[in-house]
């Protein structure tokens, strides 16, 4: 019996293997079928082992394919509080199905159903939602996994450090969350870049001044002395007096900072850095400036990675570029 066979599912670690695995069963509409059957009566998981289910559901449906249901990926976070977080999202990065929070004790993780919700989803079973919700649930001693693979979805992710920001950019941050950002998911076409990238983040941290004790006023290094973490204040001293720096809120920073790409994860992280003269400038040409940053940024990763990885970020670019045009066009 079906069933039978993929029960093993569970037990196949390796990514590889269980690719050859799932590849080596006939009939794969009934495989995929058979899987998001069971992935549903996990997508309201009560404990960490349910949770790892899903998680390895998730995993073969990423590779078989969701078919007409919605693809999700199953991803383990960090909480604001710091306690695990585990949920599922779709390809635009909303919510789906359950979203549960951890209690962390000695013996194992637990959800904390007080702070977990249910999501919900074009493909809800209602049967699955009616649970018994004590304040903690079951405590196991596993380790909450998170998927491995991901959906094809958008590849540029544009987020904030702090959410402090001058006045004069907050119409432009609207923009960027409310606009551009759904734009690129909509518009990009991920399944035609390849699978080895799963995101890009761009990661912008504004200058902001709320108060004297609550400030950050970036100065842009000069890109040539390539310096280092432990360089930026020494040479900050060589540029403003020490009560220059603090009644202002000086901090020397580089504009661009290139995190690793991680195999693994698909993911590479870029930090951002604007100024206070760029919060001075119009919106439109806020729009202007941060556009060219994000080619300047995602150009030199396709550089660094493009001998490394399958994967064409020559299309990649040019629809990123292409809707950018858009974006400042509106």
């Not at 200058?207 to 890109?223: G, L, P, Q, R, V």
């Not at 930090?271 to 439109?284: A, D, H, N, Q, R």
Request: proline residues 3%; charged residues 25%; hydrophobic residues 35%.
């Amino acid at each position: 019996m079906l069933g039978d066979k993929l029960s093993q599912i569970y037990s196949i670690a390796d990514l590889q293997q269980l690719k050859e695995y799932l590849a080596a069963l006939a009939d794969h509409d009934s495989v995929r079928a058979y899987l998001f059957a069971e992935f549903l009566k996990y997508s309201r998981y009560r404990n960490a082992t349910e949770w790892n289910m899903a998680v390895r559901l998730c995993e073969c449906l990423a590779i078989v394919g969701w078919g007409r249901h919605e693809p999700v990926e199953a991803v383990r976070e960090t909480y604001f509080n710091g306690s695990p977080n585990t949920f599922f999202v779709n390809r635009n990065g909303v919510p789906r199905f359950w979203d549960a929070v951890w209690s962390t004790r000695k013996e194992g993780p637990a959800i904390d159903f007080g702070s977990s919700h249910y999501h919900e989803s074009p493909d809800d079973d209602i049967s699955h939602q009616a649970v018994s919700e004590d304040s903690t649930g079951e405590i196991q001693p596993a380790k909450l996994n998170s998927q491995r693979n991901w959906i094809y979805k958008n590849p540029i992710c544009i987020t904030r450090g702090l959410a402090n920001c001058y006045e004069n950019s907050k119409d432009l941050i609207y923009s960027l969350e409310k606009e551009l950002q759904p734009a690129l998911n909509e518009r990009m076409r991920p399944e035609l870049y390849g699978d080895a990238v799963n995101r890009i983040i761009l990661n912008c941290s504004f200058s902001f001044y709320d108060n004297y004790h609550c400030k950050t006023n970036y100065i842009i290094a000069d890109e040539a002395l390539r310096l280092k973490q432990k360089d930026f204040y020494p040479v900050l001293l060589t540029m403003f007096s020490e009560k220059e720096i603090e009644d202002n809120g000086y901090y020397l920073r580089n504009r661009f900072t290139y995190g690793p790409f991680r195999v693994d994860t698909g993911m590479c992280r870029v930090g951002i850095v604007l100024e206070k003269e760029f919060s001075e400038m119009t919106t439109l040409t806020q729009k202007q400036v941060l556009s060219d940053y994000f080619m300047q940024a995602v150009g030199r990763c396709a550089k660094r990675l493009c001998k490394k990885i399958r994967y064409d970020f020559g299309l990649m670019t040019a629809d990123f570029s292409a809707i950018l045009k858009e974006w400042l066009e509106k």
